[in-house]
């Protein structure tokens, strides 16, 4: 198994250019949760999907979106790059219940991006 | 204020010796509080939970909870260089309505030089 894989690994934008992150699974969970990481803040979620074709925002949600077309993919989204995007983004999946052994989130490499 | 609120550090400790990371929290649904490593340039990978209050242990490392104090602990004993990782807390709610969302801390930097 390949667990969770994020493509791509780095990115440099220019403002105002859009991208899309991918993110794959093949564990067959039911939640996929797309952080950001920065220095001294930790990860923050962005948004997240509880199953096929739904979305939710979390704490960070501006200036992204996502989309979750198949069990196995989240998307993230960034419309209008801006500098305060710059960070590292992880996606992470989970089992949907039960005791934490079964919602373990289970992280991806993470992708670099820079927006200058 | 973060709900999760953890010392970034960084910490440097010589190795062999015991390390305490710390957490503290705000949130009184809290139930779940887990402990991730993440290596430089990696994904953070679970470490240790606890659900409540009480200990964990876990080889050299034990994972302690005291909710009265909400106060969230990890020690690592007899510390070696490949524990130089940066250390996440985190927490949850308990119930279906959560969705397994995580709140972290800041994350706390550690090197255990040789």
């Known amino acids: 198994n390949a667990g969770v894989t994020q493509t791509p690994k780095f990115r440099v934008l220019k403002t105002g250019q859009s991208m899309t992150l991918l993110c794959a699974q093949d564990m067959n969970h039911e939640y996929m949760y797309w952080y950001r990481q920065d220095p001294g803040m930790g990860l923050r979620l962005i948004h997240y999907s509880v199953g096929e074709g739904t979305t939710a925002k979390g704490e960070v949600p501006d200036g992204y979106n996502v989309s979750r077309l198949k069990k196995q993919n989240f998307l993230l989204g960034l419309e209008s790059a801006a500098p305060s995007q710059t960070s590292v983004y992880f996606c992470?999946?989970?089992?949907?219940?039960?005791?934490?052994?079964?919602?373990?989130?289970?992280f991806g490499p993470g992708t670099r991006l820079t927006v200058l | 204020q973060k709900e999760v609120e953890q010392d970034p550090g960084p910490l440097s400790v010589p190795e062999g010796a015991i390390v305490s990371l710390n957490c503290t929290y705000s949130?009184?649904?809290?139930?779940?509080f887990m402990w991730y490593r993440q290596y430089s340039r990696k994904g953070p990978e679970l470490l240790m939970y606890t659900y409540s209050s009480g200990n964990k242990e876990d080889g050299r490392f034990t994972a302690q909870v005291d909710k009265s104090s909400k106060y969230i602990s990890l020690f690592i004993r007899d510390s070696q260089p490949s524990d130089s990782a940066t250390y996440l807390c985190a927490s949850r709610g308990a119930g279906g309505t959560s969705y397994g969302k995580l709140t972290f801390g800041q994350g706390t930097i550690l090197t255990v030089h040789p």
């Open positions: 992470a999946s989970s089992y949907s219940a039960g005791a934490p052994t079964y919602n373990e989130q289970f």
């Open positions: 949130n009184s649904a809290f139930q779940y």
